[in-house]
């Protein structure tokens, strides 16, 4: 400031003969030394610190939890625990092989309820105009429904599933988790549909085409990467979810063969549900399973993450 | 003649009869998904419909939850949800915004180029691209701590938060219990590590939305800003944040929804106490947190006033996202009009 100020009223007044032509005569550099005794420099370089201390402890946590589940749950991880059943108390050993199945029954279930409605609804708004009103409520809803509460899902499916069918199930389960996935497969298939140049899709039409056999034979193979990469992050969360299971798939101690057949009208165990059940008991041996059960959760969740994240990376090198 | 040799052809009968159906089977599936919506708003407050007639508002206000006396109130888990979000909000955003501005200014690009300046690498095709690279890091580790499941974070501040935090709350308590915030001891659970381990949970969220809206603050305002002599914090504190407000805005609200309905984490650490309490230290309780704890062993006369309870959650929830929606499709399009 002091600078401009010097140069600005050097430059106006009339200069006499003898005056230094130096426009920056008079001014205190002093004033403009990049100095920590300076007020301004020194708030500059204590509010950059505090960011930084700020964002290194919110990392903590990340690194805490990780070093934990890698440090408790990995010293009990063993076959044993892929293949047995969950331990009554007071019991030594078992496994959770149960709820493993039982996650990706409930996951499998789920994103085969919810890609079809997903994808088809994207195709909708995608193909739709600017202004479609239909186009832009489902959008919103979409949205509303990404801040939805799982818990809330879990409440919707115990009253649409359980009380209809009369008993928790991994159906049920399903339903609830088919909620929170459908509003991450909608938007990110939306956004790679609209992300097919609109040329091909001209082209397509050009040639005759239909409009049913542009969406089949040019839009979803083109925008086929970014939406598996929704499916995938949609996977991963449902996998985590624990909250629209609890009183929907319930859990259980056993395997889903009941009687010698298979059958999905049954309470059925889950990675979540169990730890939750575990981590609150008094006995070692539950809340070091819970450990473990975590560190197996964790790694489904973030391999289909990193998954689904390199197809969209893939996708965009194509592209460039 | 072309029209002999040509290889085009109008659509067969079979092929325009599919793309109608196509065509009808997308729209219906776009109002089967708006339908879903009002089904799930419909269902619950359908089942809440008894209690809601037998204990109307007196049901928000009143503190006893007896399933034996048939009494239920709810006023300490709207208190208990409110609180802890709004505890775990204050916190969250603070880092949150922290973490968006120390990414968005490129403090550790930065560093790590300033670093490689003084070996004179920074131009050197592999230790060149490190600046980059790390920032990118920093943007997924970030994202990863949402991408951890709630149960887990459950887990965590089990075994990891409240005995971390327990002899300093306590000391806190015997020294200041004066204070209305230190009146109780932390026993275990309670609202405390409830808050920390929630706005570790929603700082992703705010980090994100923060970052997003940051970086589309137009270069031309920064370079203006350093024109005329300002510091690097003036700039951000002046110019840059005032710019990017409503989407920082937006991003805590959203964030807040989420701290609302959060379940998993809360239902292990808050205590499931129906205690109305503004200590730090004491146990409480919250809408979603009653749910997850009551629902699996609740009796037959207790569902519609679960539901009830679950309706009264969605109500303030959806009101919030739609809120935090709205200003952040106002933001996009602003920002969009600007260009």
């Known amino acids: 400031m002091a600078t401009q100020e010097a140069a600005g009223s050097s430059l106006q007044t009339p200069l006499p003969n003898d005056v230094d032509l130096n426009p920056l005569s008079g001014v205190d550099f002093s004033e403009l030394e990049k100095s920590l005794r300076r007020p301004r420099t020194l708030i500059n370089v204590l509010l950059s610190g505090l960011v930084t201390c700020m964002t290194l402890l919110a990392l903590i946590p990340l690194f805490s939890v990780v070093w934990l589940l890698l440090w408790r749950g990995g010293s009990k991880l063993s076959l044993a625990l892929f293949t047995q059943l969950p331990p009554a108390p007071l019991e030594r050993g078992g496994g959770f092989g149960n709820a493993i199945l039982g996650t990706i029954i409930i996951v499998v279930l789920a994103a085969l309820l919810s890609v079809p409605l997903g994808v088809l609804t994207a195709v909708f708004m995608a193909q739709a105009s600017e202004k479609n009103r239909l186009a832009t409520v489902v959008r919103f809803a979409a949205k509303v429904l990404t801040g939805f509460p799982s818990i809330l899902a879990g409440v919707f499916a115990y009253g649409a599933v359980v009380l209809t069918t009369g008993g928790y199930s991994a159906v049920a389960g399903a339903v609830a988790v088919a909620i929170l996935m459908l509003p991450t497969i909608m938007l990110t298939a939306e956004d790679a549909l609209r992300m097919v140049p609109p040329k091909m899709k001209e082209a397509a039409i050009g040639m005759g085409a239909t409009h049913t056999q542009t969406v089949l034979m040019v839009l979803l193979p083109t925008a086929f990467p970014g939406i598996l990469t929704g499916i995938m992050l949609a996977v991963a969360r449902a996998a985590g979810e624990t909250a629209p299971l609890l009183f929907t798939a319930l859990f259980s101690n056993y395997w889903l063969t009941s009687g010698g057949h298979f059958n999905l009208m049954q309470p059925t165990a889950s990675l979540a549900v169990l730890i939750y059940n575990f981590a609150g008991m008094p006995f070692k041996n539950q809340v070091e399973m819970a450990w473990a059960a975590a560190l197996v959760m964790v790694l489904m969740v973030l391999v289909t993450n990193l998954i689904g994240q390199s197809l969209s990376r893939q996708q965009i090198q194509q592209e460039e | ?339």
């Open chain 2, 1 to 339: 003649m072309a029209e002999d040799i040509t290889i085009s052809q109008p659509p067969s009968r079979w092929q325009g009869a599919t793309d109608k159906f196509f065509r009808g089977l997308c729209y219906t599936f776009a109002w089967l998904s708006i339908f879903l919506v009002v089904l799930i708003v419909f269902r619950i407050a359908m089942q809440a419909g008894p209690a809601v007639r037998q204990y109307g508002l007196g049901f928000l206000t009143t503190k006893t939850w007896d399933p034996n006396q048939e009494q239920f109130g709810v006023l300490p888990e709207i208190w208990g949800t409110v609180y802890t979000s709004l505890l775990a909000l204050l916190i969250g955003s603070a880092f949150g915004v922290a973490a968006a501005v120390f990414m968005s200014e490129g403090y550790l690009g930065g560093f790590i180029f300033g670093i490689l300046k003084f070996f004179h690498v920074q131009f050197h095709p592999f230790w060149g691209k490190l600046p980059n690279q790390a920032e990118y890091t920093l943007k997924n580790l970030i994202e990863l701590l949402a991408a951890i499941p709630s149960v887990v974070y459950g887990l965590w501040g089990l075994f990891v938060v409240i005995p971390l935090i327990r002899p300093a709350c306590n000391w806190l308590h015997a020294k200041m219990g004066w204070f209305a915030l230190f009146s109780t001891d932390l026993s275990g659970p309670g609202v405390l590590p409830a808050v920390v381990v929630l706005s570790i949970m929603i700082l992703p969220t705010i980090t994100a939305i923060s970052r997003h809206s940051l970086s589309t603050v137009p270069p031309k305002l920064r370079m203006a800003a350093y024109g005329l002599g300002a510091t690097q914090w003036e700039t951000i504190l002046a110019v840059i944040l005032p710019t990017a407000a409503r989407g920082i805005f937006a991003g805590i609200i959203l964030a807040f929804g989420r701290a609302l309905g959060e379940t998993m984490a809360l239902a292990m650490l808050v205590g499931n106490a129906n205690v109305l309490s503004i200590s730090l230290f004491s146990p409480a309780n919250t809408l979603a947190a009653l749910l997850a704890n009551t629902f699996p062993e609740a009796h037959p006369k207790e569902i519609s006033v679960l539901m009830y309870a679950a309706l009264i959650l969605l109500g303030i929830t959806l009101a919030v996202n739609v809120i935090g929606a709205a200003i952040l499709e106002r933001t996009s399009a602003g920002l969009e009009g600007g260009k």
